[in-house]
């Protein structure tokens, strides 16, 4: 691996897409560029900060002062911490506040928080008149490595998650590090699922190095930088080559297969934050290509021993009340798993791993093997 970026060093990361190629700026305290940047990229927008309240209490006001500096006007709109914000409910609350704050289609929407603003925003800029460009500037780890780059917008169904959204792609995306410093540990860690899961699907040597660098990482030294960078330049890579999800950026997926149907089990809640339901995910992908002869027993238990290291879940069993509730059962799961995106004319697809460092795309998985796994799993084996 490269050497760690220095914290005085931000670095660019560019998402390749023609005409509407954009910049992700990793590094400390590179938020008091975003009115700068903005001023550059859109001489006289004027624009609506979507945030939520705790975010709010910490970035709000450094957000207006930087737009404020560079001669930007904002507004500002602030919703519910949370899941239950990712609603129908959520996005008529934030279009019509965007409409009351008369923003027009050469205006910006900046998207200030974790994952759930930045689909939520995404997904009412996609819509507001028919299309509003927007700015991500995401205030968690999992945001900052995945969910604010590569234009996946959306809120959720009862049904199931991100069943309702578009592609829309930010025009920039701001990701200042000295913000995660105010996550609660728990947050922190569930943002690390989806940092570990580049290495997984697709880099053995970035997988070895977060074994040996993780401590780091969570304790905000230069190599939280390096993780961050490596993790935004590979899924620029991936969406750049394949931004609908035509195929390739299928991979990106690792995981969410099982992680969403847990996530609807427990009914979005903060009982299981989405990096968690993703470690799991992995862990149970892990195992069932080991079921299914794809690797080695002993490489899953090398992806399950990482992220346990790290203090995220590892196992159904973990998942607090899970079995109590009567969800802890392998009908159930597959129920709520045909509802995943991916699945085509009813059959499954998985992203399943061939090797650590390398996943690939399972089609039209047959669901009788997948019930007999998560019916040993259910029972603790």
């Known amino acids: 691996m490269t050497v760690p970026l220095k ?12 005409d509407r190629t954009y910049d992700i700026v990793v590094g400390r305290e590179v938020l008091p560029s975003l009115g700068a940047r903005i001023a550059a990229l859109r001489p006289g927008t004027r624009t609506a900060i979507v945030t939520d309240r705790t975010v709010a209490k910490h970035w709000l006001e ?7 500096a560079a001669g930007i006007p904002s507004s500002r709109i602030i919703v519910a911490e949370g899941e239950g914000s990712k609603s129908y409910a959520g996005l008529t609350e934030v279009s019509e506040a965007l409409i009351a704050a008369k923003i027009e289609r050469s205006d910006l929407v900046i998207a200030l928080g974790g994952g759930v603003v930045g689909d939520l925003a995404g997904f009412a800029a996609s819509i507001l008149r ?4 927007f700015v991500q500037v995401p205030t968690s780890l999992l945001a900052q490595v995945d969910s604010s780059v590569g234009g996946k917008t959306g809120i959720n169904s009862p049904q199931g998650k991100n069943l309702i959204g578009a592609f829309h792609q930010p025009v920039l995306v701001i990701a200042d590090t000295s913000v995660l410093d105010t996550l609660s540990p728990r947050q922190f860690r569930a943002g690390y699922a989806e940092v570990a899961k ?6 053995e040597a970035f997988f070895t190095w977060l074994e040996a660098n993780h401590a780091d990482i969570v304790s905000g ?3 939280r930088e390096h993780a961050i960078a490596t993790s935004c330049r590979a899924k620029a890579a991936i969406v750049s080559r394949d931004e609908r999800e035509t195929g390739e950026r299928a991979l990106l997926n690792l995981g969410h297969t099982f992680g969403h149907a847990l996530e609807a089990a427990t009914g979005f809640s903060d009982r ?3 990096g968690e339901g993703v470690a799991i995910g992995m862990v149970l992908a892990a195992e069932f290509s080991a079921s299914l002869g794809m690797i080695a027993q ?6 399950k021993r990482h992220l346990a290291a790290v203090g995220l879940p590892t196992g159904l069993q973990d998942i607090g009340g899970f079995a109590q509730e009567g969800l802890a059962d392998a009908d159930a799961l597959m129920a709520l798993m045909a509802q995943d995106k991916k ?6 697809t998985f992203i399943l791993l061939e090797a650590v460092g390398r996943a690939v795309i399972a089609r039209d998985v047959e669901p009788a093997p997948v019930r007999d796994f998560l019916k040993a799993k259910l029972a603790g084996n």
């Open 272 to 274: 299981l934050f989405h």
């Open 62 to 68: 450094p957000t207006e002062a930087s737009l404020a």
């Open 130 to 133: 028919r299309g509003v460009d």
């Open 298 to 303: 002993a490489d899953a238990a090398r992806v």
């Open 198 to 203: 580049y290495g997984v699907l697709g880099d």
């Open 221 to 223: 030294g230069a190599a």
């Open 343 to 348: 699945v085509k004319r009813g059959k499954l």
């Open 7 to 18: 914290h005085s060093n931000p670095i660019t990361v560019d998402v390749a897409l023609g």
